[in-house]
């Protein structure tokens, strides 16, 4: 370890190109720990639980494009077919699904005499008795719907629902106490028409991932019937969903009066409405490979030219005795010098960044622990980076030493 | 003297290949990362229709929840008007030139010909909307304010619904059928893409591809045509009615609203029709939060609706330090660089070069550099949108090189690696040869 000294006079002579190389690994510092941040943000949105069986669930919709055409019927017809298919566990209608990015909202309220900004918002799923089973939902209390009490909810006729299934971040949100199954709740202020809460199952997030109360939905008896759109959520057993949603893409364009407008698997779904978190964390994953690498191979070139300028002195020091290890240090020793001058550096610049990226973009702060772990994960990759120069000086033989040039 | 410069440079680029090969990569991939995102954030941020931007209006008005917190600015209203308050708008008597009121719905087509009926977004509007936000016609005309005032079955479709159809052939007279009813076509689009597309902005539609048919909004009401866009409510419809009807007469906002306004003193005297509009309809117990309207023309409407998201900004940001890095590793490598060749520089300084020559041979060499990194950097643009576009969805208007993009992506890399070598070609320029000569 004497040989700090040395290496750091010989620093202090070149004083612009350590700086220019610390200012370099500092920079990269910042960004790669605040691009790291986010990508870790973003990526744990995107692996929430919607609740659904994601891997075994797949969406239809289709438009039906003749009045003339029993709507009613086309849905009795259309269930049937579908959870007869070889391959499916359950299927129900719906008009809207977890993750999708578009629902149908709803204000509900414990207390009717309450000012409607106190009103609990959620996400509003309407589904038959298969629904539950459909989307793969536990009840953690009560029961399900029974097929007498699903009613048709069209332009023309909007049944209240009398009773619904809540999901229980829902359910704590309107009654803390915990005994939100059989309470009374209603839809809006003026006390007319309530709703009893028959079951209670343990999570579906609702349509929209990027709001506040996500985790918040309820499910309604209806059979949705508005103007020709029919939706059909299909559940399969594992490893059948290709198939299931080949057969039922077959059945559904037999009918020539509709237009089968989406088929598509529930990850598909999801991954179109997280698109721009999914976009977020490869191009900044890019960013953060690029840059590494741009950031390496720089110090790889500055050294390797370095070692090139002091072929004769590396000669030299072999000729007086020193070993291939020593030189190898030498080189090690002088890359950690400036690696950990850039990182101090960096230090305040990840900080710096991190603030101006949160008070402008609100990315949110960046953790502690993220500073050590990127200070390491860097001085390793100066090491990395300077260890095949540092070999190639190693192999300079001694005898260089005596030549004139 | 450039072209024995340049050959000078392309010789000292071949005797340190690896070196000069990575500042051109380092600042290739700085140049491309940076271009990549600037590009997106460039063509989001552009004016769509700049000769009228500042002459058109989005209008907001703040029929929202008295319970919900006060409104500060235009972005904590609902960019979306009433469907009622649409309609006592567009019929009543305003300092605007013209006024449309729309919504955006779906209708499955159904050719005449063999063909599988398929899918096609819809505009219903008023007839105003194609002067007022100047949409070229290739055949035929907008409809007229009769035809809105009848309800009438007609339609202008887009070229490339024209071509889809009728192979391109002047369509106007003939009919369309969408879902179980027929239109007749009074006029064809020419290509027209608004990008953002400033008129629906929100739904993350904003740079989706225009509708390709638009027809009177009377009459998509009439069908029912549903909006396929957001719509928003605070207060349950009225239970009494269809809900049709009770969705018609709501507080739920689904319409957009704009309306074509001249001057800074009619923009003001606009302001004021709405502010009498909102307080004629508080007489009527609606509208019960205090008085807010706003009007905001095509720039502010963007900057409203966050069109360039925080996302994008971000990248920017990050790729602009990214770019540092580069320069930065560039300056390095070239400074060890010139270091090296002293020798050779002392020489040429002692055979009688004057250190301005020695300044711009060396320069030549670094703008060299530049320019292949400006290339290298130009063409993994390319891969990088290449790439946005795949990431994303809807964002296909939004990622080509213009010829502006391509100059200034050469430009920046030039100027950034001469920029990087301005201290490391002074340096080696300022040596004194006398020295260095001695000791070889």
Known sequence: MNEIGPIFRALTRNK?????????????LAIVTNAAFIIRERAADIARP?????????????????????????????????????????????????????GWGEDIFNDPEKPSNEAINTGKFMVDEHGLETFGLELVAGRNFRADEIQVASLDEMPTSSVLIVSQALADELFPDGNALGQTIWDSPDGEDPMEIIGIYERMQNAWPHSSN?????????????????????????????????????????????????????EEQKNRTYSRDIAMVKLLTAVITVLTAVTGLGIVGLAWFSVTQRRKQIGTRRALGATRYDIVRYFMLENGLITTFGLVIGLAGTVGLNWFLDTQYEVGRVPLWYLPLGMFALWILGQLAVLLPARRAANIPPAIATRSV | MLSYYLRLAFASIRRTPVLSALMVLALGLGIGAFMTTFTVYYLMSGDPIPHKSHMLYAVQLDNWDPND????????????????????????????????????????????????????????????????????????????????????????????LN?????????????????????????????????????????????????QIFLPLSWAIDQPLLPSGNTNCWKPPDEDLSLLEAFLQSECVWN????????PEQAAAYKDFLDNYVRDQKALGRFERPLNTFISNVPEWLEVNEVVTDDNRV??????????????????????????????????????????????????????????????????????????????????????????????AIGLATLSAILAGLYPVWRVSRLAPAGLLKTQ
């Not at chain 1, 759109?229 to 559904?252: C, D, F, I, N």
């Not at chain 2, 290449?386 to 809807?394: D, N, P």
């Open chain 1, 16 to 28: 612009l190109g350590v700086f220019l190389i610390a200012l370099q690994i500092a920079l990269t």
């Open chain 1, 50 to 102: 919607s609740g659904l069986d994601e891997e075994n669930t797949a969406i239809f919709i289709t438009t039906l494009f003749d009045s003339k055409v029993d709507q009613r019927q086309l849905f009795r017809d259309d269930l049937e077919a579908l959870r007869s298919l070889p391959g499916v566990l359950a299927a129900t209608p719906t008009q809207s699904t977890p993750a999708s990015g578009g």
């Open chain 1, 214 to 266: 996500v985790n918040n939905s309820v499910l309604v008896p209806n059979l949705p019937m508005f103007n020709g759109t029919m939706m059909y959520v299909v559940r399969t057993e594992p490893g059948q969903l290709a198939s299931v949603m080949a057969a039922a893409e077959a059945y559904l364009s037999e009918n020539r009066s509709r237009f089968v407008d989406v088929v598509r698997s529930f």
């Open chain 2, 69 to 160: 917190p006060p409104t500060e600015s235009a972005k904590d209203v609902q960019p979306q008007i009433t469907y009622q308050d649409g309609q006592n708008l567009v019929n009543a008597d305003t300092p605007a030139i013209r006024q449309a009121q729309m919504y955006a719905s779906n209708v499955i087509v159904v050719p005449e010909s063999d063909e599988p009926p398929f899918d096609e977004s819809v505009r219903a509007t008023y007839h105003n909307f194609f002067r007022m936000f100047d949409v070229p016609f290739l055949y035929g005309q907008p409809w007229e304010r009769r035809e809105d005032e009848d309800h009438a079955a007609v339609a202008v479709i887009g070229r490339e």
């Open chain 2, 163 to 211: 071509d889809r159809l009728f192979d391109g052939a002047n369509s106007v007279g003939k009919n369309i059928r969408v879902d179980d009813q027929f239109l007749q076509i009074v006029g064809v689009i020419d290509d027209w893409q608004p990008t953002p597309r400033f008129y629906h902005v929100d739904a993350g539609g904003q740079f989706d591809d225009t509708e």
């Open chain 2, 256 to 263: 957009q609203f704009w309306a074509e306004i001249e001057t």
């Open chain 2, 315 to 408: 990248l920017v940001r990050l790729s602009f330090l990214f770019l540092l890095v580069c320069v930065l590793n560039t300056v390095g490598l070239l400074l060890a660089k010139f270091l090296g060749k002293s020798g050779e520089v002392a020489l040429r300084r002692a055979m009688g070069a004057s250190q301005g020559a020695v300044f711009s041979q060396n320069l030549v060499e670094v703008g060299l550099i530049g320019v292949l990194g400006g290339l290298s950097g130009t063409g993994l643009a390319w891969l990088g949108l290449r790439a946005v576009e795949s990431l994303y969805r809807g964002y296909q208007h939004l990622v080509h090189l213009d010829p502006v993009m391509l100059t200034t």
